[in-house]
């Protein structure tokens, strides 16, 4: 359809369910064939209040933009259009948020825990962190994520093959397992981040990209 730059077409979209519930951030590729089948809709919050527009309407509105307000968007040009990259869009019948189970992973619990002994409370880089077993394997703890935490070398010395009651050693977090990706956080800044804010829990938005 386009002759646009990778960039324009790679951009980040968010995506709500028909009750305006944040599902996931897809790409501006992908946000377009959602338009261009009618599964989609765009969101523009104007004023405070919400508009909508197809395909077709998103693309007389585009050519608006495009003479007054330019620098506000990406743009996908066309063989005889060019259109504006939505921020935001809405699927039309899909009223779920999909459930994605996270992965169990030494990149995953140093995320959970940002870099952070739950020990000492200090940030390491990730080659100075170990993994700890709160309850040792030895004493028939699990590698679960309620009883994994991050842990820097010395600390993990310190406790050795105890628990930290028996070390005399306290965790400074409980640990829990996430419930959506602690890896991917954007951090929402901006106009285009801002729009997005309004349909979130947070002020980090943590479900998981391009699905």
């Not at 980040?12 to 089948?37: E, M």
């Not at 989609?40 to 004023?47: F, R």
Request: some cysteine; overall charge positive; hydrophobic content about 35%.
């Amino acid at each position: 359809m386009a002759t646009a730059t990778t960039s324009a077409l790679d951009a980040n979209v968010l995506v709500l369910n028909k009750h305006y519930a944040a599902v996931c951030i897809t790409s501006a590729r992908r946000a377009f064939g959602l338009l261009y089948k009618k599964i989609a809709e765009v969101v523009s919050v104007e004023g405070g209040e919400y508009l909508s527009y197809d395909f077709d309407s998103w693309r007389e509105v585009s050519q608006m933009r495009a003479k007054f307000d330019r620098q506000r968007h990406q743009w996908v040009r066309c063989v005889k259009f060019e259109i504006a990259v939505p921020w935001i869009v809405r699927l039309l019948r899909y009223d779920r948020i999909p459930r994605s189970e996270v992965k169990f992973t030494r990149r995953n619990i140093y995320a959970r825990d940002q870099n952070r002994c739950q020990y000492c409370g200090r940030r390491f880089p990730t080659s100075e962190l170990t993994i700890d077993h709160v309850i040792p394997r030895s004493m028939g703890g699990k590698a679960t994520w309620e009883n994994v935490v991050c842990c820097c070398v010395e600390c993990n010395v310190r406790k050795g093959g105890r628990t930290p009651q028996q070390a005399g050693m306290k965790l400074i977090t409980k640990p829990v397992k996430p419930k959506r990706s602690p890896v991917i956080q954007i951090h929402l800044t901006g106009e285009k981040y801002a729009t997005w804010k309004q349909f979130l829990d947070a002020a980090y938005w943590n479900v998981e990209l391009r699905e």
